[in-house]
């Protein structure tokens, strides 16, 4: 049993790392390339060489970035195969086909005309260069998508079937797959978010340009785009996040319940501005919080657009509890009553399998059909107890209000920069603005995968929404060997992470010596 739980928590462990240092490239890259391909825009347009050299400044940083981004999003992808066979047997008919599409065709595209950006200066005409610029923009975008579709699966499987016969999910319709709702709504978060940190970047390194006193008008110019987009870019992910909580709601209410300490809802349900909360043992279902700043009604506001309406918390999801439009009490299914379906699923799959044997077609279909009835909640019959559906209610929480405060800071230094860079320019020579570009850095990479660790953590314990939790998802392997290889991956990543880091400072250090806006042919 130790074993067990060593093996599931170091497997987890595993691929947290490498999917947190994969999303340190990936909104970069997203954000940088559309950035990149404006200035471009601006210089086909105006036919201004400056432009050209300012574009070429950045499209350099944008490269480098895109580089660590393929090496790590390679091996995440080899670690379903490697950790999470059972999972990768169980819906790889599902999970797969986005995978393989993101794959053929989004990276593909990207791989192609992120060569002619690079190589195309003076060998292929200025609108060519400038659509194949637009093209890598639009493949970084539509890689995401792909990886979006099979990630909001995981969170509100869809458009699938189960076949007891291969006892495995299998698609049933891929449209729904990839126009489930939290899929589009996950789509435009990540790549909104992706301007912004993009956005933020730009300012920042052209802070550091004005602080040293470098390249002045190229830096200038710079935070204007970047202010420009960065600014559209959290505004929009505002927008969509307001969307997530929506949908959230509906698909995942324990996670949202955990994202606001909730343990018992109420009409007209509060929102946490701000709060601690107590220690774990001394939590009780009226009064999780040792400290909290409400916002009235805030909530029900947030996911219903009604002031009255009934937000449940974690203990009533688990008991079951509701309350409809008219106020009154209902039951749901409890998940006491939610194990007790999911065990009667997996024992007709059991009872399948022996008629299967000894070719009992009447005794199948019935079997079949009582797996079907129940099969929504067949991952519950893996937990222990109701309780070990709860996520780890303290992470998700405080992530959460990281993400909000570290957001409503960056979305105050874009409005400024941005503002400072059309009418107030002597401000971008302050340097409590240059340092306030500067820091943002940090603070945008902090809010961006504060809002993965609420988005993976708060919907734990299952891979597979009701499904399949994780306990059940591994690969049958030692976990000295996970944890061998999470120990060689940190290394590596960190590595990886330091040489980035180091090139980049290196480019903008030199490059910014010479002036940035005459190109170098």
């Given at each position: 049993?130790n074993e ?8 987890r462990?595993q691929f ?44 350099t ?10 090496a ?10 490697t950790?999470?066979?059972n ?18 065709v ?29 093209l ?8 995401a ?7 909001a699966w ?6 699938m ?13 891929f ?27 730009v ?5 550091w340009?004005?602080?040293?006193k470098?390249?002045v ?21 505002f ?20 994202m ?12 946490v ?14 009064e999780?919080?040792m ?40 039951c749901t299914?409890?998940?006491?009553d ?10 007709a ?10 070719g ?15 099969f ?12 070990a ?22 979305l ?8 400072a ?18 820091l ?15 988005a ?19 690969s ?23 040489a980035?880091i ?20």
């Amino acid at each position: 049993m130790n074993e067990l739980v060593d093996l599931v928590d170091w497997s987890r462990a595993q691929f947290a790392l490498t999917a947190m240092y994969h999303w340190l490239f990936v909104p970069l890259t997203i954000g940088l390339s559309l950035i990149v391909a404006i200035m471009e825009s601006i210089y086909v347009h105006t036919g201004r060489e400056r432009w050209k050299g300012i574009t070429k400044f950045w499209m350099t940083l944008f490269g480098i970035n895109f580089a660590c981004g393929v090496a790590t999003g390679l091996i995440l992808e080899f670690e379903f195969g490697t950790n999470w066979s059972n999972y990768s047997w169980f819906v790889g008919d599902i999970f797969g086909a986005p995978l393989a599409i993101e794959g053929i065709v989004a990276f593909f595209m990207e791989a192609t005309f992120v060569a002619v950006m690079f190589f195309g200066w003076n060998r292929v005409s200025k609108r060519f260069h400038l659509a194949s610029t637009w093209l890598t923009a639009a493949g970084v975008s539509l890689s995401a998508l792909w990886i979006l579709v099979a990630n909001a699966w995981m969170q509100n499987p869809v458009g699938m079937r189960f076949d007891p016969a291969q006892m495995r999910n299998v698609m049933d319709n891929f449209f729904e797959v990839a126009f489930n709702p939290v899929a589009m709504n996950k789509f435009f978060h990540a790549v909104f978010s992706g301007w912004t940190l993009g956005g933020v970047f730009v300012v920042g390194v052209s802070c550091w340009l004005l602080w040293r006193k470098r390249n002045v008008s190229a830096a200038i110019s710079s935070v204007r785009v970047g202010g420009l987009v960065g600014l559209a870019g959290i505004l929009l992910t505002f927008w969509t996040g307001h969307g997530s909580a929506v949908e959230g709601a509906r698909v995942q209410p324990m996670k949202l319940a955990a994202m606001e300490g909730l343990y018992r809802g109420t009409t007209g349900q509060g929102l946490v501005g701000f709060g601690i909360l107590k220690p774990e043992g001394e939590r009780t279902d009226e009064e999780p919080l040792m400290f909290g700043i409400d916002i009235p009604c805030g909530l029900s506001l947030l996911i219903d657009g009604n002031t009255t309406s009934f937000v449940p918390g974690i203990c009533d999801i688990i008991d079951g509890i509701d309350i409809n439009a008219a106020g009154d009490t209902v039951c749901t299914v409890s998940y006491a009553d939610r194990i007790a379906l999911g065990t009667q699923a997996r024992e007709a799959l059991s009872r399948y399998n022996e008629a299967s044997r000894a070719g009992d077609s009447a005794a199948m279909e019935a079997a079949a059909a009582e797996v079907e009835r129940n099969f929504k909640y067949f991952g519950y019959s893996y937990l222990s107890s109701p309780e070990a559906a709860i996520p780890p209610v303290a992470l998700t929480f405080y992530s959460f209000r990281v993400m909000v405060i570290t957001g409503g800071l960056l979305l105050l230094v874009l409005v400024v920069a941005t503002f400072a860079s059309k009418r107030r320019r002597g401000w971008l020579e302050k340097g409590w603005l240059q340092w306030a570009g500067m820091l943002s850095i940090i603070l945008v990479w902090i809010c961006s995968q504060s809002g993965w660790i609420v988005a993976e953590v708060g919907r734990q314990p299952w891979v597979i929404q009701d499904l399949m939790p994780t306990g059940a998802a591994i690969s049958d392997i030692p976990s000295a060997s996970v944890k061998l290889t999470f120990w060689i991956f940190a290394v590596i990543f960190t590595g990886l992470l330091i040489a980035e880091i180091s090139i980049m400072l290196r480019y903008i250090s030199s490059a910014s010596k010479s002036n940035i806006e005459t190109p170098k042919h």
